[in-house]
């Protein structure tokens, strides 16, 4: 009977297959890069549209004005690119406009009812997130149009923000916000916080010298002027009567044709400011002239009082 | 003979320090700051009896480099004068550093008031530091009017509508600004929800919602969360949501964009994860089921005891 005896044949095996393996490793070592077959893979990227939404103006809020100043006002907005925040922020544009409704998204740089800015104030672009949060912020000025209620200069219309973007690849998208109103301001402005008579002798008047307080329309609506004394012209135990002072739209000689000041709020004749529509502040100032006769039989002294400019708005 | 309202002092030495003191006092102070209302009126025209009317009324200037001390002076007939409160007092000071100071103003009328026109004025004016002879102080007045009637008016604006961010497995939400400027309550009468993917190419789910929005009382502004439950589960990614608001057939606000699901967590503490996990919102009839059966098991199981321990005797 014939011996049979299986490690040998195991063991053969084995050996055969690392041997065949050791070639294959030598083979692919020797003509491993001549051998090594380069198969190239090219994916093109198209360019996907971005997209903007979510457009708050002034956070949903109505817009108070500051007088005689800007008032910062956010545009918020979500831009959506699916090949990156950056294909919008770093390689395209955006473009903010905040408008009245009566002139369109497609206006013209106005300050008092269009405002275009191609910059954003602050944006979360990072990472080339393909959703990022910004914020556009503008100035507006204390004579922008008022929209809200019957009383505003365009009572039917409402200011709106409208974001336009554009990527890389001119691919553009808009989107608006919704509706808000732009309240009236009434608002006077003077430019001088005192009137100083200097020194005028009892029984007498300043005559033909005037002093001047002048007043300026600080706001985005038409108003009068009102005035009257909160104190008399006082020294000690000592006091003028309200009416010693004297005031005039133009300059007069005491008294002439100037008015007596008085303890109660009076429109001022003839002083209508109506509405500014640019900086010049200049245009739409008014001067008053104020005169003073010292009555007869007053004391010696400094002699100090507290005269009040009312502004009242006019339709 | 009469004297002069500055006499001048023989004294040289004297006579320098007065004119010091007299220049330090009569130049003028050139940062003089403008001052204002916005708005600068007060209309309230459709009140009717037993309404409660309140509006802010902001007084502005461009110089806040110091605190201005305000006076309110009410030129209001004695009908009305009880009516009208101001919530910051007839003196109150702006702050240093604010440029736009918010007063309110609240109207009740009476329930027994005539119907009627009512007008008056409410002035503020600045108490500034004296500045010279005549110290010039800046003010503004308000008029005031009032109309006392019976007719329904109606004015709605939806000022703001947000897609809120949301955890995982929660339901769309929607955040609205709602101002009822009308003197009867108002409220949405239904609204839809639309889900999108990311790219806003596949609708996911829609949702429709006629009941559960709050009423916003006449002559005021709320601010709420409407929740739109979708048969949809909610990973975490972005989303594309379309949102409109109706009254009648009228659509008064809507909002398409998108918005975030984050990771459970984010934006909720424990509490509210585990009754966000509930779903009680959806889920309470097959709650309040499970509670009744459990009860009725227990009721059941007690009934068997009692009757075992009767056998029992």
Not at chain 1, 260 to 279: H, K
Not at chain 2, 117 to 142: C, D, K
Not at chain 2, 243 to 270: A, C, D, M
Request: hydrophobic fraction near 40%; charged fraction near 10%.
């Amino acid at each position: 009977m014939e011996e049979t005896n299986p490690l040998p044949k195991l063991s053969l095996y084995i050996l055969g297959s690392i041997f065949v393996l050791t070639l294959f490793a030598i083979a692919q070592t020797v003509f491993g890069a001549g051998g090594t077959v380069n198969v190239s893979s090219l994916v093109v990227v198209g360019n996907s549209a971005p997209t903007v939404s979510n457009v708050v103006l002034n956070g949903g809020s109505l817009i108070t004005l500051i007088t005689n100043a800007t008032t910062a006002i956010t545009v918020g907005y979500t831009v959506t690119d699916a090949n990156g925040c950056n294909d919008v922020f770093q390689s395209g544009s955006v473009t903010s406009t905040v408008f009245r409704s009566g002139v369109g998204a497609a206006c013209t740089a106005n300050n008092a009812n269009c405002y275009i800015l191609h910059t954003t104030t602050t944006n979360a672009c990072t990472g080339n997130a393909s959703t990022t949060n910004a914020t556009t912020t503008f100035g507006l000025y204390y004579f922008a149009d008022s929209t809200n209620g019957a009383s505003s200069s365009y009572a039917a219309q409402y200011w709106e923000a409208s974001v336009l973007l554009a990527d890389a690849s001119s691919a553009t998208s808009t989107a608006s916000s919704t509706n808000q109103e732009l309240d009236v301001l009434n608002a006077i402005d003077i430019t001088t916080s005192s009137i100083n008579y200097g020194t005028v002798s009892a029984n007498a008047n300043t005559g033909g010298t005037n002093q001047y307080a002048t007043t300026t329309n600080a706001g985005n609506s038409s108003t009068t002027v009102r005035v009257h004394a909160i104190s008399t012209l006082t020294s000690g135990a000592n006091s003028m009567a309200t009416s010693s002072q004297v005031y005039s739209t133009s300059s007069f000689t005491y008294a002439g044709t100037s008015t007596a000041l008085t303890d109660t709020a009076v429109t001022i004749s003839g002083l209508l400011m109506t509405a500014p529509t640019s900086t010049a502040t200049t245009t739409y100032a008014r001067t008053t002239f104020w005169g003073l006769g010292v009555p007869p039989s007053t004391a010696t002294g400094s002699y100090t009082g507290t005269t009040r400019f009312t502004s009242l708005w006019q339709p | 003979m009469l004297g002069n309202l500055f006499s001048v002092p023989r004294q040289p030495f004297l006579f320098l320090i007065i004119a010091f003191f007299s220049v330090a006092l009569l130049v003028p102070n050139i940062s003089f700051a403008a001052f204002g209302a916005s708005p600068p009126f007060l209309n309230a025209t459709h009140l009717v009896k037993g309404a409660k009317y309140r509006q802010v009324i902001y007084l502005v200037r461009d110089n806040a480099d110091e605190a201005l001390p305000i006076k309110a002076d009410l030129a209001l007939s004695e009908r009305i004068r009880p009516w009208v409160t101001l919530l910051q007092g007839n003196t109150f000071t702006i702050p240093q550093g604010t440029r736009q100071f918010p007063v309110e103003i609240l109207i009740n009328v009476p329930p027994t008031a005539n119907l009627g026109v009512y007008s008056g004025a409410i002035t503020f004016g600045s108490q500034p530091q004296e500045a010279g002879q005549v110290t010039l102080s800046l003010g503004i007045e308000i008029p005031i009017n009032l109309t006392i009637g019976t007719d329904i008016y109606r004015d709605i604006k939806v000022r703001l509508v947000k897609l809120l961010d949301i955890e995982e497995g929660w339901s769309p939400r929607v955040y609205v600004k709602f101002e009822n400027n009308g003197n009867v309550p108002e409220k949405f009468d239904s609204a839809t929800y639309e889900l999108f993917d990311s790219f806003k190419d596949k609708r996911f789910a829609i949702s429709q919602k006629r009941n559960d929005f709050p009423e916003i009382a006449p002559f005021t502004t709320q601010e709420f969360t409407v929740d739109f439950p979708v048969d949809f589960h909610l990973g975490i990614g972005q989303y594309w949501g379309s949102v409109t608001f109706y009254q009648g057939e009228t659509v008064v606000g809507s909002q398409t964009t998108i918005f975030n699901v984050l990771k459970r967590g984010s934006l909720s503490n424990p509490v509210n994860q585990f009754l966000s996990l509930l779903k009680l919102d959806s889920l309470w009839p097959y709650y309040l089921l499970g509670i009744v059966a459990l009860l009725g098991i227990f009721l059941w199981r007690k009934r068997l005891q009692k009757s075992r321990k009767i056998g029992q005797v």
